[in-house]
């Protein structure tokens, strides 16, 4: 397996949390970095990641997955949010759930192998956006009456959860992101951007975010 | 981590709690008198049922592990429609579901325990008389095991067994490993229809 750079130093930038969402959900946080990389199809040494990856997730881990207190804490959070983690499963319980369907995890592209297996790894849940399409910082706040969302034709629910940037929403939380918000072909600089809950501790939030930068630099 | 969760968290004061030398409010209302004294502050009672949401879904979270490889056990809960700020009802009902939740998972669960254990009884009782028992057949599916191993009570030597009644209890090997793909369906087939495929056999050689 071809080596994987380590001279790479992650730096989150510590996103806003709205208060009210603040007060209600103490240890809810978000931290993101951008960096520079290209899209496409993923380098053979992440694809070899992956089938290693592969072959150690089986029926075993998938049953156990929601007792490990990372999946834990996030399904948790599923429920106070209403989301039925069997419904709308967690970003890790969806790769693992995939994995059991597909029998590996298969390779999409550089991007999103890089989340895959810094998801897996981690058990954090990442998303990814066109940094070039972002202003300023990102942070976590309640949509407001009538608020609009790219790529979608009627307004959002008020009082829905989304990540945005200073302007507007980029994605609904643990949902869908906003029409060319994301990563796409020719995109030049990714932000990466990792969504904490309590229960989930700090210093795994800046494992997952070095752990998918350096897949996405190999 | 998980204590963390479950713990219960100081709440900072609330701004429209009544203060104590204002609102001076009787441990019970009067008889007949349903208006509200004062607005309560929710905020407390729903950090309350986010942590009694959070202990049962870990101790779902276990049952399933449990669970495993029974099947047919429901494990959902219906969620409130998110992501979004549930208020102290909505919570609510996520608590009472998950608690219904559990206690129909227990119930199942206590189900398949006694059929499982009349099915290892049976299984003692085939191997020490397997002539009283003919035919029959236990999974390792019927005791809650996973895996394709099973119990057969059948005669040795086939048909002369069964005349002079020499019954045996068979256990099988359990299942077949993967191994690559299946040969074309046109040079072989399966010899019968158990699990195992160590019964198939090229036409040509029969």
Request: hydrophobic content about 40%; some cysteine.
């Amino acid at each position: 397996m071809a080596e994987l750079p380590d001279q790479w130093e992650v730096a989150p930038e510590p996103g806003w949390i709205e208060p009210a969402l603040a007060e209600e959900f103490p240890g809810l946080s978000i931290v993101s970095t951008a960096l520079e990389t290209t899209t496409g199809r993923s380098p053979e040494a992440l694809k070899e990641r992956l089938r290693s990856l592969s072959d150690r997730i089986a029926g075993a881990q998938a049953i156990l997955l929601r007792q490990q207190p990372i999946p834990w804490a996030y399904r948790v959070f599923f429920r106070h949010i209403g989301l039925d983690p069997d419904t709308t499963r967690t970003p890790i319980e969806q790769l693992i759930f995939e994995r059991i369907h597909d029998g590996r995890f298969k390779s999409r592209n550089r991007v999103d192998d890089a989340l895959t297996i810094a998801m897996v790894e981690v058990g954090v849940a990442l998303r990814a956006f066109d940094a070039d399409r972002a202003e300023g910082r990102l942070g976590l706040r309640l949509s407001a009456e009538g608020e609009g969302f790219e790529g979608r034709v009627s307004p959002l629910p008020e009082g829905t959860i989304v990540v945005a940037d200073e302007k507007r929403p980029l994605g609904i939380l643990f949902d869908k992101t906003a029409e060319g918000r994301g990563v796409k072909r020719g995109t030049r600089r990714v932000l990466l951007v990792a969504i904490s809950v309590r229960g989930v501790p700090d210093i795994a939030l800046e494992e997952a975010l070095w752990v998918a930068g350096s897949a996405l630099r190999a | 981590m998980m204590e963390e969760l479950l713990e219960r968290a100081d709440l900072p004061e609330s701004p429209i709690a009544p203060e104590v030398e204002e609102s001076w409010v009787p441990p019970a209302p009067p008889a007949g008198l349903d208006t509200a004294l004062y607005q309560h502050d929710e905020r407390e009672a729903r950090a309350d049922l986010r942590r009694q949401i959070a202990a049962m879904e870990l101790a779902l979270a276990r049952l399933f592990g449990s669970a495993f490889p029974r099947k047919g056990i429901d494990f959902a809960v219906a969620g409130m429609g998110g992501p979004r700020l549930l208020s102290a009802d909505e919570l609510e009902r996520v608590r009472d579901g998950l608690a219904t939740r559990i206690q129909d998972v227990k119930a199942d669960l206590h189900d398949y325990a006694v059929v499982e254990e009349a099915n290892r009884e049976l299984i003692e009782e085939m191997v020490a008389d397997p002539a009283s028992h003919r035919w029959e057949r236990v999974c390792n599916e019927d005791i809650g095991e996973p895996g394709c191993k099973h119990w057969h009570a059948k005669p040795r030597w086939g048909v002369l067994g069964m005349l002079l009644g020499w019954w045996q209890v068979k256990i099988s090997s359990g299942c077949p490993l993967a191994k690559g793909l299946r040969p074309p369906e046109s040079r072989w087939r399966r010899r019968d229809s158990a699990a195992s495929g160590a019964g198939a056999r090229p036409l040509a050689n029969r």
